[in-house]
């Protein structure tokens, strides 16, 4: 079945540390997204591309970074984590056109920076 | 802006009670209207959507009522199983068809008591 991966599934990391989150899809889908989740906060908007030359910051970008290598490939970074940055983090796709612009969920990274 | 206000939780229930979830939005145009859920363990899926006034959404016993005049989206279901505990989000997608995110509410997690 068509899915949406993420990788790893879970991460512990110490404050100042780089690290990458990944996502992969086979969906064939041009827009992915990267969300982060907090107790409490609902959803916030990392980072979305719709598509590989097409990357736009969300609602809250500072101190992330990514990079689409591929329509299928969208990687998240942390250039230097902080204890603020533990969360559970997913990867989302969805289709260009899509009248309804349904998002399609990766089973999501919990992060954990100490 | 676009906002969207969800009742918050935890909720919980015995099984077959009657379940509802409300959610309002703010929103310029006429927006789509979702409730997505997200089981343990796994990211959001789509659970129901509407996309105009007086639709009603509908899926798995689950259905919610796009009111444009109360601007609610609540989300019922009659009677309510152990496996429906999970967290709820609202969403609205405010410009369907054009390059626009989707906004989630904070979430409601369900507990169903057996």
């Known amino acids: 079945d068509a899915d949406v991966t993420q990788t790893p599934r879970n991460r512990i990391t110490k404050t100042g540390k780089r690290i990458m989150l990944e996502c992969s899809q086979t969906k064939g889908h041009d827009r992915m997204y990267w969300y982060r989740q907090d107790p409490g906060l609902g959803l916030q908007l990392i980072y979305y591309?719709?598509?590989?030359?097409?990357?736009n910051k969300g609602e809250i970008s500072d101190g992330y970074s990514v990079s689409r290598q591929a329509q299928a490939k969208f990687s998240l970074s942390l250039e230097s984590a902080i204890p603020n940055q533990t969360a559970l983090y997913f990867c989302a796709t969805s289709v260009a056109g899509d009248y309804y612009n349904e998002q399609f969920f990766g089973p999501g990274t919990r992060l954990t920076v100490l | 802006g676009n906002s969207v206000t969800q009742m918050e939780g935890p909720v919980t229930l015995s099984e077959e009670a009657f379940l509802t979830i409300n959610c309002t939005y703010t929103?310029?145009?006429?927006?789509?209207l979702f409730w997505y859920v997200q089981y343990p363990g796994e990211g959001l899926q789509l659970l129901l959507k509407?996309?105009?006034?007086?639709d009603k959404g509908s899926n798995k016993g689950f259905e919610a009522t796009y009111r444009k005049e109360t601007t609610s989206f609540h989300l019922e279901k009659g009677s309510v199983q152990v496996s429906d505990s999970a967290v709820y989000f609202c969403?609205?997608?405010?410009?369907?068809?054009?390059?626009?995110?989707?906004?989630f509410g904070k979430g409601t997690r369900l507990h169903i008591l057996p």
């Open positions: 591309s719709f598509d590989v030359k097409d990357i």
């Open positions: 509407a996309t105009k006034a007086d």
């Open positions: 929103a310029t145009g006429y927006p789509s």
């Open positions: 969403a609205l997608s405010a410009a369907p068809n054009r390059d626009d995110k989707i906004i």
